[in-house]
T-cell receptor, first 111, second 111 residues
Framework: SQTIHQWPATLVQPVGSPLSLECTVE??????LYWYRQAAGRGLQLLFY??????ISSEVPQNLSASRPQDRQFILSSKKLLLSDSGFYLC??????????FGQGTRLTVV | DQQVKQNSPSLSVQEGRISILNCDYT??????FLWYKKYPAEGPTFLIS?????DKNEDGRFTVFLNKSAKHLSLHIVPSQPGDSAVYFC??????????FGPGTRLSVLP
């Protein structure tokens, strides 16, 4: 069966510090991978999605970037965090024709 | 421009009665629709989906109805249980690429 791992679960970072969130998927190959963010009291905003290694589509211009160094690894990064980067970050995967499955999320608080 | 809308931020229903959650979309290119359930500080859990070539899909207590001409779908939960209390997200996708989510509806099932 397929599983998705996302870490860390919670993170408190000072403004201006770098960020690296990692997501890995097991049990499948060549998945579509996604990063979403849920701001407080709001819906899920798609940040990045990837259909293959090195292929990243950015949906919203912002202070974040994503990379896919391996088939089942998706990384969300920032060089300098802003207060507005606080939120709940979710990684997800899909086979490209059906449902997307989510990780448990990372609660990021920028202070 | 919100492509997927859930106009009711919250809904309260008595245990045992029917819960009806509504969702509207604007993009006629969407060909697959999904409902997710989310508890606080957790990733969304996939509930049920429907292809654009169907108008109804049923799975246990959950039924999703799609009205393509109205660009409207709904999720029916019968009978509602206290454990169903959560935020429900409607999502849509086109050719399985990215998934666009609505802002969510908070369902409270009262005992």
């Amino acid at each position: 069966s397929q599983t998705i791992h996302q870490w860390p679960a919670t993170l408190v970072q000072p403004v201006g510090s770098p960020l690296s969130l990692e997501c890995t998927v097991e049990g499948t190959s060549n998945p579509n991978l996604y990063w979403y963010r849920q701001a407080a009291g709001r819906g899920l905003q798609l940040l990045f999605y990837s259909v293959g290694i090195g292929q990243i589509s950015s949906e919203v211009p912002q202070n974040l970037s994503a990379s896919r160094p391996q088939d089942r690894q998706f990384i969300l990064s920032s060089k300098k965090l802003l207060l507005s980067d606080s939120g709940f970050y979710l990684c997800a995967w899909s086979r490209g024709t059906a449902e997307a499955f989510f990780g448990q999320g990372t609660r990021l608080t920028v202070v | 421009d919100q492509q997927v809308k859930q106009n009711s931020p919250s809904l309260s229903v008595q245990e045992g009665r029917i819960s009806i959650l509504n969702c509207d979309y604007t993009n006629s290119m969407f060909d697959y629709f999904l409902w997710y359930k989310k508890y606080p500080a957790e990733g969304p859990t996939f509930l049920i989906s429907i292809s654009s070539i169907k108008d109804k899909n049923e799975d246990g207590r959950f039924t999703v109805f799609l009205n393509k001409s109205a660009k409207h779908l709904s999720l029916h939960i019968v009978p509602s249980q206290p454990g169903d209390s959560a935020v429900y997200f409607c999502a849509a996708t086109s050719y399985g690429q990215n998934f666009v989510f609505g802002p969510g509806t908070r369902l409270s099932v009262l005992p």
